[in-house]
């Protein structure tokens, strides 16, 4: 337990480091990619919702303190964004598909390596409709270019979830079987 906690803590201090330096030089036309959605979204595939809210709880607040743009955005947007993706892409746990089985609903659920960049797409697309939304409640009228950026911010950010799922499941031991009692 104290071993998951520690990581869990190291990834979501990594996860702000790579948001507030890494994001800006690693643009594709421009465009930066979220880097803190990307890696919640593997955490909320990895370790399910009561985790995903306090990763992406911290990491907002962390934005929020070291980089403020808008009044408590980053603090409302991030948790938002999260558990809007853990919602559909979250891990069932087995007690829960076990009772929807019983209650005659059937749940399917997607390989990890798909729910991945599927959980970050989600997270993106509501964090780039409320952009848009207020740019163009600030007065500026929305143009072509700013659709087209949004779109390439949210294929950047899940090929990045993509790829980043693969190592931080090895590390967080997602991978390893669990010995039967």
Same mark, same amino acid.
Request: net charge positive.
């Given at each position: *337990?104290?071993?998951? #906690?520690?990581? =869990?803590? /190291? ?10 330096? /890494?994001?800006?030089?690693?643009s594709? !036309?421009? =465009?930066? &990619?979220?880097i803190?959605? $990307?890696?919640?979204? =593997?955490?909320? /595939? %990895? ?8 990763i992406?709880?911290?990491?907002g607040?962390?934005?929020?303190v070291?980089?403020?743009?808008l009044? @408590?955005?980053?603090l409302?947007?991030?948790?938002? %964004? $999260? ?6 892409? $979250?891990?069932?746990?087995?007690r ?8 005659g609903?059937?749940?399917?659920q997607?390989? &990890?390596?798909?729910?991945? &960049?599927? %959980? $970050?797409? =989600?997270?993106?697309?509501?964090f780039?409709? /409320?952009?848009?939304?207020?740019i @163009?409640?600030?007065?500026?009228? #929305? ?9 390439? %911010?949210?294929?950047?950010? *899940? ?5 980043f799922?693969? &190592?931080?499941?090895? !590390? ?6 669990k010995?039967?009692?």
């Amino acid at each position: *337990m104290f071993s998951k #906690l520690l990581k =869990v803590s /190291v990834l979501t201090l990594l996860t702000y480091l790579l948001q507030a330096t /890494v994001s800006e030089y690693i643009s594709v !036309w421009g =465009v930066a &990619p979220n880097i803190a959605l $990307a890696l919640i979204a =593997v955490m909320t /595939v %990895c370790l399910g919702r009561k985790y995903t809210f306090i990763i992406s709880l911290a990491i907002g607040y962390l934005l929020e303190v070291m980089l403020p743009s808008l009044d @408590y955005i980053n603090l409302i947007i991030y948790p938002v %964004c $999260a558990m809007l993706g853990a919602l559909v892409f $979250a891990d069932k746990s087995e007690r829960a598909l076990e009772e929807a089985k019983s209650g005659g609903r059937e749940i399917i659920q997607l390989h &990890p390596h798909i729910r991945t &960049p599927l %959980c $970050a797409g =989600v997270s993106i697309l509501v964090f780039e409709i /409320v952009n848009l939304l207020y740019i @163009y409640l600030s007065g500026v009228s #929305l143009d072509s270019g700013h659709f087209l950026r949004s779109f390439i %911010c949210i294929l950047y950010t *899940m090929v990045l979830a993509g790829i980043f799922q693969f &190592p931080i499941r090895l !590390w967080l031991g997602t991978y390893k079987l669990k010995k039967a009692r």
